[in-house]
């Protein structure tokens, strides 16, 4: 009997702490924007692209501070590649290598531009249409298709051709009217899941209006589809303008872009194609770049993929 009283009471023993460590030693939870990081910097094809188009970058924006010819000079025409002009010179005399750096200049310029204002536009109808509904929703979403169904080439031909002389912000402009639908749709279908969450509701209750829970609540929580999608955005842009400039309807002189560099050089791809390569190559790696940059924002935004370990 008491042998059964004693089994009983050791029963009730609580359990033994022993080896568990104390709060004050378990590790600190890492933080969304760290996973985010860590994640981002495992992704080995993001990062070589990252050193990539941060040395493009800095050759473009340091290397015509050392080199000794500007862009604007003239030597004689069509020169083959020497020591002192390592691509030749164009048919007027002009230094291929300074072209190209200054044709890099204005086509990232250029992309840059048009990435913010097509994801701050596309962002901002989304968001309205996904939150608000009904009418609103409806005007946005055949508004979006509408645009989405104009041929993109074609009407930023038009429009470069009626606005324009030619000068890159014209074109930034006239891409950047048509940039936006795809990111506006995906803002929108973020913004519709968004605004059924329980923190969305509190805001409504407490009396915030519907710009302050837009831009306070959805927006802020949509910053890695936004992020993505701004990132593809610029590597669109770039070739959308090379397109424009190469059936000359982008860039115009005294500016000038990789794609107006290659269109100008296309008929000595056969005799000279130094003068085609040099611009093309540096084209391709900045879109390439870019687009497996994305890649990597796209995974170490996405939920589903692998955790890093703390």
């Known amino acids: 009997m008491n042998s059964m009283l004693a089994g009983a009471d050791s029963d009730k023993t609580p359990p033994s702490t022993e080896g568990t460590l104390p709060p004050a030693a378990l590790p600190e939870p890492v933080s969304q924007g760290k996973l985010v990081l860590r994640k981002f ?30 862009y604007t000079d003239t030597m004689g025409g069509f020169l083959p590649p020497s020591a002192d002009n390592p691509l030749g010179t164009t048919q007027v005399g002009k230094d291929m290598v ?23 536009i596309g962002v901002t109808l989304g968001s309205i249409a996904g939150y608000l509904r009904g009418p609103s929703d409806t005007g946005i979403s055949r508004l979006t298709d509408l645009f989405l169904i104009i041929p993109q080439i074609a ?16 074109v930034a402009g006239v891409l950047a009217a048509f940039g936006w639908m795809q990111i506006a749709r995906i803002t929108r279908a973020e913004s519709m899941s968004l605004s059924q969450r329980e923190f969305i509701e509190s805001a409504r209750a407490a009396g915030a209006g519907t710009g302050r829970i837009i831009f306070k609540h959805l927006v802020p929580n949509m910053v890695g589809s936004i992020t993505v999608n701004a990132t593809l955005a610029v590597a669109q842009a770039i070739l959308a303008e090379a397109a424009l400039s190469f059936i000359g309807l982008g860039v115009q002189v005294p500016d000038t872009s990789l794609g107006r560099i290659i269109s100008e050089n296309y008929a000595e791809l056969q005799a000279r194609p130094w003068l085609f390569f040099g611009p093309f190559v540096v084209l391709v790696l900045i879109s390439l770049s870019i687009n497996f940059i994305g ?11 692998r955790r890093v370990k703390a």
Do not use: E, N
């Open 41 to 70: 910097l495992r992704h080995k094809l993001a990062m070589v692209s990252s050193g990539v188009l941060l040395f493009i970058v800095l050759v473009t924006m340091i290397m015509p501070l050392f080199w000794p010819h500007a």
């Open 295 to 305: 890649d990597g924002l796209r995974d170490a935004f996405d939920p589903r993929q």
């Open 98 to 120: 300074s072209q190209v750096l200054r044709g890099t200049q204005y086509s990232l310029l250029i992309a840059l531009i048009v990435s913010i204002v097509s994801t701050t």
């Open 155 to 170: 009407a930023a031909a038009i429009l470069a051709t009626v606005f324009g002389s030619g000068a890159w912000y014209v």
